[in-house]
C-alpha cells in the first residue's frame, strides 16, 4: 500500500471523526469508566497479594481475613461492570456516528443529484450507504476507545508501583518508554497483516464470485469443470503469497509478546532474588515482603493488556480506514448542478431553449459544441443520435441537473440560474431510459410521480398506461409488493408503469429517454399512442433511436458531433422504409 | 433455528478438512503450548517468589533456596510463550488457508453442476453475494472456534491435573472452566445470538433495498420533492431500527464477555478461600496456594476470545445451512454420463409444454422444426418465451410436456459434453471473466492458436486495434466484463459461441445494442460465417428477415 493512499485514507477519517465524532458525554463515560476498571484492577491485585502474604508468611487464620476476601470479589465484579459501561459507552459513540454518517450521505446525495450518480460505478453508492457506513463500526466502538488506555492504563500502573519500589516500576518503565514505538509497530504488522490478508480474501473471494455468476456461460462452454482447477490454483497462489507476508507481520506480535513475558520473568527473577536476600536496591531501603512482590507481579501482564488489545482492534481501524476514503470522497464530492434561483417560471407549457451550449463531463472532453435548441411552448421535438452522443445530456442540461461550461439554458425566457430549480423539476415528467422499480407496493411505485394522488387517480393512471387487465387480476390490488422480493414486471409492463407514473405528475413538460427501447412492434405503438395523448398542452422533448415515436412530433433534430441539425436525407429515407415495413 | 438443527448443519464443514488436518492438529498443539507458556509463567512465577519468601524468613533457608531451577523455568516459559504464539499463528493460518481454497474447490464443483434457476433462486446476484459472504463466515470455523475452545479445553485439563495431584478436591474448579469452554459458552452464545440473528438479517436486507432505492430511483425523486422527504424519512427509520439491532447484540457480547470474566474470578477467588480453610493436615502449603490461585487467574486469556466465536455460532451456522441447501440440491435436470452423437444440426420440437410456475404458462403445445444448416430468425413480444426456449433447447430446465430432438437424439439422452457439442449459444445476459481477452476466448477451447483468435475477433467487430486496446489480445478485462460495454462484451460472447464450431448455433438479441447499419453488418459476416450450420438468430427488432432463410414468430 502507498503512503500517499494511506495519508489521504487517515485524513479523511480524522475528518469524519472531527465533523461526526464528538461525543463529550459518552467520552467521559468511557474514560471515567477504563479508569475506574484499572482502578479495581491495581486494587485486586493489591487485596490478593495481601490475603496471600497474610495466610502464608504471617500464618493469620483465614477467619481474620474473610472481610478482604470478600473485597477481592467485589473488584473482580465491579471490573467486569465497568467494562460493561465503557464497551456501551464505545457502542453509542458508534451508533450515533453511522446514523449521522448515513443521513448526511442521503443529503449529499439528493444535493449531487442524478448526473452526478450516474458517474458513480454501479453498485458502488448503496455499498458506501451500507457497507462502508458499517466499516466504521469497530474503529468508533473499540479501537478509538482503546487508544486512550493504551496510554492511560499502563501510567496508573507505573504510578502505583513507583513508590513501593523504583525497581518494580522501572522493570516497567524500561520499556514504557517503547511504547509509542510498539504502537507503531504492532500498527505496522497489524495493517500488513490486514491488509495482506484481507486482499488475499478479497481476491480469492472476488475471483469465486466471478466464476460462479458466470457459471451459465462457462456451462455452454463446457468449461465448468475445466475451471474448478483454476479455482484450486488461485486458492495455493493467494496462501503462498499471502503467507510469506503473514509470517513477517506475525513477528510485531511476537515482539509483543516477548517483552511482557519478560517483564513477569524478570520482575519474578528480581523480588525473588531480593527476597531471598541476594539482591538489595530498589525498595527505597525498606525490606521487602510477599505481598509487595506478589502485588507487582500481578500487575506486570495488565501493564500490556491494552496495548495487546489495541492490537486485536487494529484490523477495525484498517477497515475504517478504507471506508473513511470513499466516504469523504462522497461527502466531500462538487455538485454539478447550477446553484438555481427564486424566481418562479410562468404558468402553462414554457418554451425551453439551449443556447450555445458547450459541454464536457470531463476536462477536455466535449459532447456538446455551441449547441443550440428553440422549442416552442407546447411544441414537441425529438431528437436523434447515436447512443453516448449526449442526448441525455441535453435534457440533463434542461433539468438543472448539469451546469453547462458556455452558453445559456432559458427555461419559459428565463435563465436557469435565476429559477427555483424545486419547483421547476415539479413541473417536469421524466421518463428515464431505464424505468426502475422500488422494492415497495404498486402504490408506492406510482407515487413517486405524485405523492398526494388519490387510489382512483392510481387506477385511472393504470388503466390509461394499457395495465388495467393486468391491474384487475392483482388480488391485493395497490398493495401488490413489487420490485425486489415481491413481483417482477415484464420490460414492457415496465415501461407501462412508467407511463402511468408520467401521467401522474402535474407537468407542463414532458423529456422522454428512449420510451420505446427494446420494446415490440405492438408495445411500441401503445405507448406512442398514449404519448401522443399526453404530449396535448405539454411541451415535449423525446429522445429515440427508432423510427417509430417520430409520427407523433412536429420536429426531428439529429444531434450529431455535439450539435443539433435537421436530419439528413439518407436517414429518412430509413425512416420511410421501416414506417412502410410496420404498415406492412 | 433450533441448536440441534445448527449443529446438524454445521457437522460436514468440521469434518471437511481437505487435506489440512495436519496442519491444523499442529497448530493446535501449538495453541495449547502457548496457553501452558502463559500458565506457566504466571503459576510458577507465583510459586517461585512465595518459596523464596518463605526460604527467606531465616538465612539458612535462604542460603539453601535452590532458585536456578525455578528461574530457568519462567525463563523457560517466558520463551516457550512468545515462541509457540508465533508459530501457531503461522500454522493455523497456512492450515485456515488451505482449509478454505479446500472448501472453494468442493463448492464450485456441486455448483457447476446446477441449473442457473437452482444457482441464483428467486434474488438474483444478491443469491450469490450472500453465498460469497456465507463461505468467509465458514472460513472462520476452524480459527475463531473450534481450535481456541479445543486448546482451552485441553490446557484446562491440564490444569485439572495439577489440582488433582495437589489439592484432589478441588478438582471440580478446572472441570468447571471445561465445561465453560465447550458447553457453557457454546450454549449462552447460542442463546444469545440465534433469536437476534434472523432480526438482524431481515434487518439489513430491508436496510439495503431502501438505500438502493434511495440511490437507483435517485432520478424520480430528484423531480419530486415530497416522495423524496417520504423515502428518505423511511430510509432512516430502517437504520435507526438496524442499528438498535446493532446496540442490543454489541450489549449482550459486552455483558457475555463480562460474565465470563466474573465466571474466571470466581473460581480463582473460591479457590483462595476453599484452600484457605482446608483442614490443617492436607493444608496445601505456601508456594502450591499462590500457583493454584495464580493458574486460575491465568486462565482468563484462554476462554476471552471464545466469547466472540461463541456469539458467531449461530451466524456460522445459519451460512452453513444456506450453503448445504444450494450446493446439497441434486442437479435438475440431471445428465446421462454417456450419450448417442447427434447425427447433424437439425432441431424438432413437439407439442412443447412448459411454465416457470403455475401461473404464467410460456409453451402449451409449442412446435418447431429446423433443417440441419438452416438459419432461422425467431422474433417474438418480450416476455413470450424466446428466452426460455434457449433454457429449454440447452437443457438448463426441462419441459413439462412434449418432446426435443437435436440431431435426431432425444435432449435428455444426451450427456452434458455432447451437448455443449452439438449447440454453441449465447443467452441475454453475457458475462466475461476477469482475465485477459485471449483467456476469454480460451473458454471455447484451451489449445486456441493466436490466428484463430484474431480472426473471429474480425469477425464479430472486435479487433483489438479497432477497439483501442493497446495490448491486444493481453488487454485485461475487469470482473465480469465491467470493464467493456455492453455492446463489447456481448460481441466477445459470440466470438466465444463461434469458436465453439458446433453444429447449432444460437444467439439471443445479439444485436442489441448497435445501430441498424452495425447490425446489418454483422448479421451478414455471421451467416456467411455460419454457412451450412444451423442457426437461430433471437431478436425482438425487425427489418433483417431477408439475411435469414425463414422467419419465425413465438409468443404472438
Same mark, same amino acid.
Given at each position: 500500500m502507498?503512503?500517499?493512499a494511506?495519508?489521504?485514507?487517515?485524513?479523511?477519517?480524522?475528518?469524519i471523526?472531527?465533523?461526526?465524532?464528538?461525543?463529550?458525554?459518552?467520552?467521559t463515560?468511557?474514560?471515567?469508566?477504563g479508569?475506574?476498571?484499572?482502578?479495581?484492577?491495581?486494587?485486586?491485585?493489591?487485596?490478593l497479594?495481601?490475603?496471600?502474604h497474610?495466610?502464608?508468611?504471617?500464618?493469620?487464620p483465614?477467619?481474620?481475613l474473610?472481610?478482604?476476601?470478600?473485597?477481592?470479589?467485589?473488584c473482580?465484579?465491579f471490573?467486569a461492570l465497568?467494562?460493561?459501561?465503557?464497551?456501551e459507552?464505545?457502542?453509542?459513540?458508534?451508533l450515533?456516528?453511522?446514523g449521522?454518517?448515513r443521513?448526511?450521505l442521503l443529503?449529499?446525495?439528493?444535493?449531487?443529484g442524478?448526473?452526478?450518480r450516474e458517474?458513480?460505478?454501479a453498485?458502488?453508492?448503496?455499498?458506501?450507504?451500507?457497507e462502508?457506513v458499517?466499516?466504521?463500526?469497530?474503529?468508533f466502538?473499540?479501537?478509538?476507545?482503546?487508544?486512550?488506555?493504551?496510554?492511560?492504563?499502563?501510567l496508573m500502573?507505573?504510578a502505583t508501583l513507583a513508590?513501593?519500589s523504583?525497581?518494580a516500576?522501572?522493570i516497567?518503565?524500561l520499556?514504557a518508554?517503547?511504547?509509542?514505538?510498539?504502537?507503531?509497530l504492532?500498527?505496522w504488522g497489524?495493517?500488513q497483516?490486514q491488509?495482506e490478508?484481507?486482499q488475499?480474501?478479497q481476491?480469492?473471494?472476488?475471483?469465486?464470485l466471478?466464476l460462479?455468476?458466470g457459471l451459465?456461460?462457462?456451462?455452454?462452454?463446457?468449461?465448468?469443470?475445466?475451471l474448478?482447477?483454476?479455482?484450486?490454483q488461485v486458492?495455493?497462489?493467494?496462501r503462498?503469497?499471502?503467507?510469506?507476508?503473514?509470517?513477517l507481520?506475525?513477528?510485531?506480535?511476537?515482539?509483543?509478546?516477548?517483552?511482557?513475558?519478560? !517483564? /513477569?520473568?524478570?520482575?519474578?527473577v528480581?523480588?525473588g532474588l %531480593? @527476597? *531471598?536476600?541476594r =539482591?538489595?536496591?530498589? $525498595?527505597?531501603?525498606?525490606?521487602l515482603?510477599?505481598?509487595l512482590?506478589?502485588?507487582?507481579l500481578?500487575?506486570?501482564?495488565?501493564?500490556?493488556?491494552?496495548l495487546?488489545d489495541?492490537g486485536?482492534?487494529y484490523?477495525?481501524r484498517a477497515?475504517a480506514?478504507?471506508?473513511?476514503?470513499?466516504?469523504q470522497?462522497i461527502l466531500?464530492?462538487?455538485s454539478l448542478q447550477?446553484a438555481?434561483?427564486d424566481?418562479?417560471?410562468?404558468?402553462?407549457?414554457?418554451a425551453?431553449?439551449?443556447?450555445?451550449i458547450?459541454?464536457?463531463?470531463r476536462?477536455g472532453?466535449?459532447v456538446?459544441?455551441?449547441c443550440?435548441?428553440?422549442?416552442?411552448?407546447g411544441?414537441?421535438? !425529438? /431528437?436523434?443520435?447515436p447512443?453516448?452522443?449526449g442526448?441525455? %445530456? @441535453? *435534457?440533463r442540461? =434542461?433539468?438543472g441537473q $448539469?451546469?453547462?461550461?458556455?452558453?445559456d439554458?432559458l427555461?419559459?425566457?428565463?435563465?436557469?440560474?435565476?429559477?427555483?430549480?424545486v419547483?421547476?423539476?415539479?413541473r417536469?415528467a421524466?421518463?428515464?431510459?431505464?424505468?426502475r422499480?422500488?422494492a415497495?407496493?404498486l402504490a408506492?411505485?406510482?407515487?413517486?410521480?405524485?405523492?398526494?394522488?388519490s387510489?382512483?387517480?392510481l387506477?385511472?393512471a393504470l388503466?390509461?398506461?394499457g395495465?388495467?387487465?393486468?391491474?384487475?387480476?392483482l388480488?391485493?390490488?395497490?398493495a401488490?409488493?413489487l420490485?425486489?422480493?415481491?413481483?417482477?414486471?415484464?420490460?414492457?409492463q415496465l415501461?407501462?408503469?412508467a407511463?402511468a407514473?408520467?401521467?401522474?405528475r402535474r407537468?407542463?413538460v414532458?423529456?422522454?429517454d428512449?420510451?420505446?427501447?427494446?420494446l415490440d412492434?405492438?408495445?411500441?405503438?401503445a405507448?406512442i399512442?398514449?404519448?401522443?395523448?399526453l404530449?396535448?398542452?405539454?411541451?415535449?422533448?423525446?429522445?429515440?433511436?427508432?423510427?417509430?415515436?417520430?409520427?407523433?412530433?412536429d420536429?426531428?433534430?439529429?444531434l450529431?458531433n455535439?450539435?443539433?441539425?435537421?436530419?439528413?436525407d439518407e436517414a429518412?429515407d430509413?425512416?420511410?422504409h421501416?414506417?412502410a415495413?410496420?404498415a406492412? | 433455528?433450533?441448536?440441534n438443527?445448527?449443529?446438524r448443519?454445521?457437522?460436514?464443514?468440521?469434518?471437511?478438512?481437505?487435506?489440512?488436518g495436519?496442519?491444523?492438529a499442529?497448530?493446535l498443539?501449538l495453541?495449547?503450548?502457548t496457553l501452558?507458556?502463559n500458565l506457566?509463567?504466571?503459576?510458577?512465577s507465583g510459586?517461585?517468589?512465595?518459596g523464596?519468601?518463605i526460604?527467606?524468613l531465616?538465612p539458612t533457608t535462604?542460603?539453601?533456596?535452590?532458585?536456578?531451577?525455578p528461574?530457568?523455568?519462567?525463563r523457560?516459559?517466558a520463551?516457550?510463550?512468545?515462541l509457540s504464539r508465533?508459530?501457531e499463528?503461522v500454522?493455523?493460518?497456512?492450515?485456515?488457508f488451505?482449509?478454505?481454497?479446500?472448501l472453494?474447490?468442493w463448492?464450485y464443483r456441486?455448483?457447476?453442476l446446477?441449473?442457473?434457476?437452482?444457482l441464483?433462486?428467486?434474488h438474483?446476484?444478491?443469491?450469490l453475494?450472500?453465498?460469497?459472504r456465507?463461505?468467509?463466515?465458514?472460513d472462520n470455523l476452524?480459527?475463531?472456534?473450534?481450535?481456541?475452545?479445543?486448546?482451552?479445553a485441553?490446557?484446562?485439563?491440564?490444569?485439572?491435573?495439577i489440582?488433582?495431584s495437589?489439592?484432589?478436591a478441588?478438582?471440580w474448579?478446572?472441570?468447571l472452566l471445561?465445561v465453560?469452554?465447550l458447553l457453557?459458552?457454546?450454549?449462552?452464545?447460542?442463546?444469545a445470538?440465534?433469536t437476534?440473528l434472523?432480526?438482524?438479517?431481515k434487518?439489513r436486507?430491508?436496510?439495503?433495498?431502501?438505500l438502493?432505492?434511495?440511490?437507483?430511483?435517485?432520478?424520480?425523486?430528484?423531480?419530486?420533492?415530497?416522495?423524496?422527504?417520504?423515502?428518505r424519512?423511511?430510509?432512516l427509520?430502517r437504520?435507526?431500527h438496524w442499528?438498535a439491532?446493532q446496540?442490543?447484540?454489541?450489549?449482550r457480547?459486552a455483558?457475555?464477555?463480562?460474565?465470563?470474566?466474573?465466571?474466571v474470578?470466581l473460581?480463582?477467588?473460591?479457590a483462595?478461600?476453599?484452600?484457605?480453610?482446608l483442614p490443617a493436615?492436607?493444608?496445601?502449603?505456601g508456594?502450591?496456594?499462590?500457583a493454584?490461585v495464580f493458574?486460575?487467574?491465568?486462565?482468563?486469556?484462554?476462554?476471552?476470545p471464545?466469547?466472540?466465536?461463541?456469539?458467531d455460532l449461530?451466524g456460522t451456522?445459519a451460512?452453513a445451512?444456506?450453503?448445504?441447501?444450494?450446493?446439497g440440491?441434486?442437479?435438475a435436470?440431471?445428465y446421462?454420463?454417456k450419450g448417442?452423437?447427434p447425427r447433424?444440426g437439425?432441431?424438432?420440437?413437439r407439442?412443447?409444454?412448459?411454465?416457470?410456475?403455475?401461473?404464467?404458462?410460456v409453451?402449451?403445445?409449442f412446435d418447431?422444426?429446423?433443417?440441419?444448416?438452416?438459419?432461422l430468425?425467431?422474433?417474438?413480444?418480450?416476455?413470450g418465451?424466446?428466452s426460455?426456449?434457449?433454457?429449454?433447447?440447452?437443457r438448463?430446465?426441462d419441459?413439462q410436456?412434449?418432446?426435443?430432438?437435436?440431431?435426431?437424439v432425444?435432449?435428455?439422452?444426451?450427456?452434458?459434453?455432447s451437448?455443449?457439442?452439438?449447440?454453441?449459444?449465447?443467452g441475454?445476459?453475457?458475462?466475461a471473466k476477469?482475465g485477459t481477452?485471449?483467456?476469454?476466448?480460451?473458454l471455447?477451447d484451451p489449445?486456441?492458436?493466436?490466428e484463430k483468435?484474431?480472426?473471429?475477433l474480425?469477425?464479430?467487430?472486435?479487433?483489438p486495434?479497432?477497439?483501442?486496446?493497446?495490448?491486444?489480445?493481453?488487454?485485461?478485462?475487469?470482473?465480469?466484463g465491467?470493464s467493456?460495454?455492453?455492446g463489447?462484451?456481448?460481441?466477445?460472447?459470440?466470438?466465444r459461441?463461434?469458436?465453439r464450431?458446433a453444429?447449432?448455433?444460437i444467439?439471443?438479441?445479439?444485436?442489441?445494442?448497435?445501430?441498424?447499419?452495425a447490425?446489418?453488418?454483422?448479421?451478414?459476416?455471421?451467416?456467411?460465417?455460419?454457412?451450412?450450420?444451423?442457426?437461430l438468430?433471437?431478436?425482438?427488432?425487425d427489418?433483417?428477415e431477408?439475411?435469414f432463410?425463414?422467419?419465425?414468430?413465438?409468443?404472438t
Amino acid at each position: 500500500m502507498s503512503s500517499p493512499a494511506l495519508d489521504t485514507h487517515s485524513l479523511a477519517l480524522r475528518q469524519i471523526s472531527r465533523r461526526f465524532g464528538h461525543h463529550p458525554g459518552w467520552s467521559t463515560l468511557i474514560i471515567v469508566a477504563g479508569v475506574l476498571q484499572t482502578v479495581a484492577t491495581i486494587l485486586f491485585a493489591a487485596l490478593l497479594a495481601h490475603v496471600l502474604h497474610a495466610l502464608i508468611i504471617v500464618g493469620q487464620p483465614f477467619e481474620q481475613l474473610e472481610s478482604v476476601w470478600w473485597q477481592i470479589l467485589a473488584c473482580i465484579v465491579f471490573r467486569a461492570l465497568a467494562g460493561i459501561v465503557r464497551e456501551e459507552g464505545g457502542i453509542r459513540i458508534s451508533l450515533a456516528v453511522r446514523g449521522a454518517v448515513r443521513e448526511t450521505l442521503l443529503d449529499t446525495l439528493y444535493r449531487l443529484g442524478p448526473a452526478w450518480r450516474e458517474r458513480q460505478q454501479a453498485g458502488s453508492l448503496s455499498t458506501a450507504l451500507l457497507e462502508q457506513v458499517e466499516a466504521l463500526d469497530g474503529y468508533f466502538a473499540r479501537y478509538r476507545p482503546q487508544q486512550w488506555f493504551a496510554l492511560l492504563t499502563p501510567l496508573m500502573i507505573i504510578a502505583t508501583l513507583a513508590p513501593s519500589s523504583w525497581a518494580a516500576a522501572g522493570i516497567l518503565l524500561l520499556t514504557a518508554p517503547l511504547i509509542p514505538v510498539f504502537m507503531i509497530l504492532v500498527g505496522w504488522g497489524a495493517r500488513q497483516r490486514q491488509t495482506e490478508q484481507l486482499q488475499a480474501l478479497q481476491r480469492m473471494s472476488g475471483h469465486f464470485l466471478d466464476l460462479i455468476r458466470g457459471l451459465p456461460t462457462l456451462r455452454l462452454l463446457d468449461a465448468h469443470l475445466r475451471l474448478a482447477d483454476e479455482v484450486e490454483q488461485v486458492g495455493d497462489e493467494f496462501r503462498w503469497r499471502t503467507m510469506r507476508v503473514l509470517r513477517l507481520a506475525f513477528l510485531s506480535g511476537a515482539v509483543l509478546e516477548f517483552f511482557a513475558s519478560i !517483564a /513477569i520473568a524478570l520482575s519474578a527473577v528480581y523480588f525473588g532474588l %531480593t @527476597l *531471598l536476600g541476594r =539482591l538489595d536496591f530498589g $525498595l527505597y531501603g525498606h525490606p521487602l515482603d510477599l505481598e509487595l512482590a506478589l502485588f507487582a507481579l500481578l500487575l506486570a501482564p495488565e501493564f500490556y493488556q491494552p496495548l495487546r488489545d489495541l492490537g486485536t482492534h487494529y484490523h477495525a481501524r484498517a477497515e475504517a480506514l478504507a471506508a473513511a476514503g470513499e466516504l469523504q470522497t462522497i461527502l466531500n464530492a462538487a455538485s454539478l448542478q447550477p446553484a438555481g434561483g427564486d424566481t418562479r417560471i410562468g404558468n402553462g407549457a414554457p418554451a425551453l431553449t439551449l443556447d450555445r451550449i458547450t459541454f464536457g463531463h470531463r476536462e477536455g472532453e466535449t459532447v456538446l459544441r455551441k449547441c443550440s435548441l428553440q422549442i416552442q411552448a407546447g411544441d414537441a421535438v !425529438a /431528437i436523434r443520435g447515436p447512443s453516448g452522443g449526449g442526448k441525455t %445530456t @441535453l *435534457l440533463r442540461l =434542461l433539468l438543472g441537473q $448539469l451546469r453547462a461550461q458556455e452558453g445559456d439554458v432559458l427555461i419559459g425566457g428565463l435563465s436557469i440560474d435565476d429559477i427555483d430549480l424545486v419547483a421547476w423539476r415539479e413541473r417536469v415528467a421524466w421518463m428515464s431510459q431505464h424505468p426502475r422499480l422500488m422494492a415497495d407496493t404498486l402504490a408506492a411505485n406510482l407515487r413517486v410521480a405524485r405523492s398526494d394522488a388519490s387510489e382512483a387517480e392510481l387506477r385511472e393512471a393504470l388503466t390509461f398506461a394499457g395495465l388495467g387487465t393486468w391491474f384487475a387480476e392483482l388480488r391485493d390490488g395497490l398493495a401488490t409488493p413489487l420490485g425486489e422480493g415481491g413481483r417482477q414486471l415484464s420490460g414492457g409492463q415496465l415501461r407501462r408503469l412508467a407511463l402511468a407514473r408520467v401521467r401522474l405528475r402535474r407537468a407542463d413538460v414532458l423529456l422522454l429517454d428512449e420510451p420505446t427501447a427494446s420494446l415490440d412492434a405492438e408495445t411500441e405503438e401503445a405507448v406512442i399512442e398514449r404519448i401522443a395523448e399526453l404530449r396535448r398542452g405539454r411541451t415535449l422533448v423525446l429522445l429515440t433511436h427508432r423510427a417509430a415515436p417520430l409520427r407523433i412530433v412536429d420536429r426531428v433534430l439529429d444531434l450529431e458531433n455535439g450539435r443539433l441539425c435537421a436530419p439528413r436525407d439518407e436517414a429518412e429515407d430509413m425512416t420511410k422504409h421501416t414506417n412502410a415495413w410496420i404498415a406492412a | 433455528m433450533k441448536l440441534n438443527e445448527g449443529l446438524r448443519a454445521l457437522a460436514p464443514f468440521v469434518t471437511r478438512l481437505s487435506g489440512a488436518g495436519s496442519w491444523l492438529a499442529l497448530g493446535l498443539l501449538l495453541g495449547v503450548l502457548t496457553l501452558i507458556g502463559n500458565l506457566g509463567l504466571l503459576g510458577l512465577s507465583g510459586a517461585f517468589l512465595t518459596g523464596a519468601a518463605i526460604a527467606g524468613l531465616a538465612p539458612t533457608t535462604a542460603a539453601l533456596f535452590n532458585f536456578f531451577l525455578p528461574g530457568a523455568g519462567v525463563r523457560f516459559f517466558a520463551m516457550l510463550r512468545t515462541l509457540s504464539r508465533w508459530s501457531e499463528r503461522v500454522v493455523t493460518h497456512e492450515g485456515t488457508f488451505r482449509l478454505l481454497a479446500g472448501l472453494r474447490v468442493w463448492l464450485y464443483r456441486h455448483l457447476a453442476l446446477l441449473s442457473p434457476r437452482q444457482l441464483a433462486g428467486r434474488h438474483g446476484g444478491e443469491t450469490l453475494n450472500r453465498l460469497v459472504r456465507d463461505i468467509d463466515a465458514l472460513d472462520n470455523l476452524y480459527p475463531r472456534l473450534i481450535l481456541p475452545a479445543l486448546s482451552a479445553a485441553l490446557v484446562f485439563g491440564l490444569v485439572a491435573v495439577i489440582f488433582a495431584s495437589t489439592v484432589p478436591a478441588l478438582t471440580w474448579l478446572p472441570v468447571l472452566l471445561i465445561v465453560l469452554a465447550l458447553l457453557l459458552l457454546p450454549l449462552l452464545g447460542w442463546r444469545a445470538g440465534h433469536t437476534v440473528l434472523p432480526e438482524q438479517v431481515k434487518g439489513r436486507a430491508n436496510l439495503r433495498t431502501h438505500l438502493l432505492d434511495c440511490s437507483e430511483g435517485l432520478e424520480d425523486f430528484s423531480l419530486h420533492a415530497d416522495a423524496w422527504t417520504r423515502q428518505r424519512g423511511d430510509t432512516l427509520a430502517r437504520s435507526a431500527h438496524w442499528l438498535a439491532l446493532q446496540c442490543r447484540s454489541g450489549r449482550r457480547a459486552a455483558i457475555l464477555r463480562a460474565a465470563t470474566t466474573i465466571a474466571v474470578g470466581l473460581c480463582a477467588w473460591g479457590a483462595l478461600g476453599l484452600l484457605a480453610e482446608l483442614p490443617a493436615g492436607s493444608r496445601t502449603e505456601g508456594p502450591w496456594l499462590a500457583a493454584l490461585v495464580f493458574l486460575l487467574l491465568a486462565c482468563n486469556e484462554a476462554l476471552l476470545p471464545l466469547v466472540n466465536a461463541a456469539l458467531d455460532l449461530p451466524g456460522t451456522a445459519a451460512a452453513a445451512q444456506r450453503i448445504q441447501a444450494i450446493a446439497g440440491q441434486p442437479p435438475a435436470p440431471h445428465y446421462v454420463t454417456k450419450g448417442p452423437t447427434p447425427r447433424d444440426g437439425s432441431i424438432e420440437i413437439r407439442a412443447l409444454r412448459f411454465a416457470w410456475d403455475s401461473y404464467t404458462p410460456v409453451f402449451n403445445g409449442f412446435d418447431l422444426s429446423v433443417r440441419s444448416g438452416e438459419h432461422l430468425l425467431l422474433q417474438g413480444a418480450s416476455g413470450g418465451g424466446k428466452s426460455t426456449l434457449i433454457q429449454l433447447l440447452t437443457r438448463f430446465e426441462d419441459p413439462q410436456g412434449g418432446t426435443i430432438h437435436v440431431g435426431g437424439v432425444p435432449l435428455a439422452d444426451l450427456d452434458d459434453g455432447s451437448l455443449r457439442r452439438q449447440i454453441a449459444c449465447v443467452g441475454q445476459h453475457t458475462w466475461a471473466k476477469t482475465g485477459t481477452l485471449a483467456d476469454n476466448l480460451r473458454l471455447a477451447d484451451p489449445a486456441l492458436s493466436e490466428e484463430k483468435m484474431r480472426a473471429i475477433l474480425t469477425l464479430v467487430g472486435l479487433d483489438p486495434e479497432t477497439q483501442g486496446w493497446s495490448a491486444g489480445l493481453e488487454t485485461w478485462i475487469e470482473e465480469g466484463g465491467a470493464s467493456l460495454s455492453g455492446g463489447q462484451r456481448r460481441r466477445l460472447a459470440i466470438a466465444r459461441a463461434l469458436l465453439r464450431q458446433a453444429p447449432i448455433t444460437i444467439l439471443d438479441e445479439p444485436s442489441e445494442g448497435l445501430d441498424p447499419i452495425a447490425e446489418a453488418a454483422l448479421i451478414s459476416r455471421i451467416t456467411a460465417h455460419l454457412q451450412d450450420r444451423t442457426l437461430l438468430w433471437i431478436s425482438h427488432r425487425d427489418g433483417f428477415e431477408a439475411a435469414f432463410d425463414r422467419v419465425v414468430r413465438i409468443g404472438t
